[in-house]
């Protein structure tokens, strides 16, 4: 199942806005906000397809009967540019397990590349709900390749994918590889991927928007 916030009308489409402004993209401290903002709002969507179970709660004046969740979630990103988004998802699951993997786009000499993956801290996944977050869905390598890496922290239960603009490219390939349990969340979806497999319009290079350039 996929779920685009674009296509309903909310603040989410504000601050989707205001990430894609190359002015605005100037403060990278709003753009960072903007990251966490829409994190923040994909937590909560996906916290409405998740297990409650019914808990009594005492007040200064009596108990009241509420929903709580039955689980936490495990909590993944890609590093770097999917920090923000990561904590913008844990100050909603603030008491969820975390992960963290490196993957990065490994350039040859003839302008091809390929995705590599080198580090990976993660607590058992097994039996759990996994939401995997990084910020651009341009080819769906580095998403698929870091689900498969995270295997080996067992088999997650269902597997929520949380990106904030995806090429349609990209969406294609995630779906076409994820297994039956996973929902795709994203804020919106551009039909255009470059050569160099950059979302266009998309906004630029997260990372190094949020953090400064890199060599």
């Known amino acids: 199942m996929v ?3 674009h296509n309903t ?18 403060d990278s401290l709003r753009f960072r906000r903007n990251l ?3 994190g923040e709002i994909m937590a909560y969507e996906i916290s409405k397809t998740l297990e409650f179970k019914s808990t009594e709660v005492t ?7 509420t929903n709580l969740l039955a689980e936490q979630p495990v909590i993944a990103t890609i590093l770097r540019a999917g920090l923000p988004v990561h904590q913008g998802i844990l100050n909603v699951f603030d008491r969820a397990e975390n ?7 490994k350039h040859h000499k003839d302008g091809s590349f390929e995705i590599k993956v080198e580090y990976l801290s993660s607590p058992s996944l097994e039996d759990k709900v996994l ?15 870091t689900y498969k890496a995270m295997l080996a922290m067992g088999k997650p239960k269902h597997v929520h994918i949380v990106s904030l603009i995806s090429s349609m490219e990209g969406l294609d390939y995630v779906k076409s590889r994820f297994p039956e349990n996973t929902t795709i969340w994203l804020g919106a ?15 630029g290079d997260a990372g190094d928007l949020a953090y400064g350039t890199k060599k």
């Open 3 to 5: 779920h685009i916030l």
């Open 9 to 26: 009308n909310s603040i989410a489409n504000v601050f989707l806005a205001e990430l894609r402004d190359q002015e605005i993209q100037k």
């Open 36 to 38: 966490e903002r829409l």
């Open 59 to 65: 007040t200064p004046l009596g108990v009241a009967e």
């Open 99 to 105: 992960a963290f993997v490196s993957a990065y786009r």
């Open 131 to 145: 939401i995997l977050c990084d910020p651009m869905l341009a080819t769906g390598q580095s998403m698929y390749l």
């Open 189 to 203: 979806v551009d039909d255009e991927l470059t050569v160099k497999s950059y979302i266009v319009p998309g906004l």
